[in-house]
Every structure is written in structure tokens, then in C-alpha cells.
T-cell receptor, first 117, second 113 residues
């Protein structure tokens, strides 16, 4: 089946530093990838839609200059949290849509736990 | 405003019983609705999708119903097992094609042996 990986699975960083999270589709090509954030006992909140070769589309209230998204290839999208603050501590999850598959199917990565101290 | 509501309280049931989880929505006209399973510290795993013109969908021990008049979906797990213990999320999509998903908060299911 379609597999999506994320790296790292956990990261701890100091306030003010930047952190990059990678999302890879391992056995399929993904023209579109999605980045979500999930706080404890809350729903997944869509942050942005990442399209290969073009600029990401951000949801209302998500700062594009703080959460930089790069989708440079059909199998890799990266999310960089710049100048991280403790309130950015959360569970970040990506998903990918198979370019050759059904348009509704999204395959989720295992998530990245970010802790900002 | 648009809302997706799932049982906020955890659902505790005995092994072998049928678990029924509810997803209600307001101010949406979804083209389809999906159910996912999420284990602690993990990403969601797709379970079932049901379209707006479908009443019921089954997959092994899972059954989903979709009532667009009541704006409600029910998710059933028959012959539940302790391994079914997880959080179950419903997600709506507004378009039949390329579309983003909007998730509910999920309901935690605990199946006791």
C-alpha cells in the first residue's frame, strides 16, 4: 500500500531556532501534499496545501512566513517552522495524494512531535 | 458556523459487542465523508469512505451509514476486539474531486476484554 514517511519523528528545539520536517511518499508520486497540526485532544487542523512546483496554499490564520513549505519534487515536501516558540509545540502530520490514484484518497504520515523549549 | 461534532466522551464497551460512533455536522454539504483510525502518537489511517448518494458502506466488521437529511454519519464496529481501541475521526470533503478534508475531534473507543 501507499506509504508516507516523516522525518524526524520527534524533535526538541530551543525557542527562536528553526526546524525542518520532511514528508516523503515512498512508493507513489504525490503532486499534492497536505500539512496538518494537531494539539492534544483536538482535531487535525489543515495548515496548508502543498503543490509540486508551485507555491503552497495556506489556510486562514496560518502565517506563511513562519511556516515555510517547499514541495520541490513529486515525492518530497518540507515544512520549516521558523523562529519557533513554545506555542508552536504540537504534532505535525503530513498527508499525500497519489497523483495516479483516486482524487479523494490521502495517505498520512506517522507525524512529527515538535517540542519548543 | 460550520461544525463537525463527534462524541467527546470516550466510549467504553465490552469485547464482542458492537461499537457505534456518531459524527454530526452543521452548515456543510459534503460530497463525501471518511472515517479514520488514529492511535496515540500516530497519523490517521483511512478506514472507509461514503459518498453523499450512498446510504451505507461495509468493510469486514466495519459499517458506515450516511444520512444527509439528519446530517449524520454512524460508524459501527461489530464483534469489537481490544485491538480496536483507538480514536476514530470523521472527516468531510466538500467536493467530489480534488478537495481538502475537515476533521472532527474524534471519539476514543476503549474495548475491554
Amino acid at each position: 500500500g501507499a506509504v508516507v514517511s516523516q522525518h524526524p519523528s520527534r524533535v526538541i528545539c530551543k525557542s527562536g531556532t528553526s526546524v525542518k520536517i520532511e514528508c516523503r511518499s515512498l512508493d507513489f508520486q504525490a503532486t499534492t501534499m497536505f500539512w496538518y497540526r494537531q494539539f492534544p485532544k483536538q482535531s487535525l487542523m489543515l495548515m496548508a496545501t502543498s503543490n509540486e512546483g508551485s507555491k503552497a496554499t495556506y489556510e486562514q490564520g496560518v502565517e506563511k512566513d513562519k511556516f515555510l513549505i517547499n514541495h520541490a519534487s513529486l515525492t518530497l515536501s518540507t515544512l520549516t517552522v521558523t523562529s519557533a516558540h513554545p506555542e508552536d509545540s504540537s504534532f505535525y502530520i503530513c498527508s499525500a495524494r497519489d497523483s495516479q490514484g483516486n482524487s479523494y484518497e490521502q495517505y498520512f504520515g506517522p507525524g512529527t512531535r515538535l517540542t519548543v523549549t | 458556523s460550520q461544525k463537525i461534532e463527534q462524541n467527546s466522551e470516550a466510549l467504553n464497551i465490552q469485547e464482542g459487542k458492537t461499537a457505534t460512533l456518531t459524527c454530526n455536522y452543521t452548515n456543510y454539504s459534503p460530497a463525501y465523508l471518511q472515517w479514520y483510525r488514529q492511535d496515540p502518537g500516530r497519523g490517521p489511517v483511512f478506514l472507509l469512505l461514503i459518498r453523499e448518494n450512498e446510504k451505507e458502506k461495509r468493510k469486514e466488521r466495519l459499517k458506515v451509514t450516511f444520512d444527509t437529511t439528519l446530517k449524520q454519519s454512524l460508524f459501527h464496529i461489530t464483534a469489537s476486539q481490544p485491538a480496536d481501541s483507538a480514536t476514530y475521526l470523521c472527516a468531510l470533503s466538500l467536493n467530489s474531486g480534488y478537495s481538502t478534508l475537515t476533521f472532527g475531534k474524534g471519539t476514543m473507543l476503549l474495548v475491554s476484554p
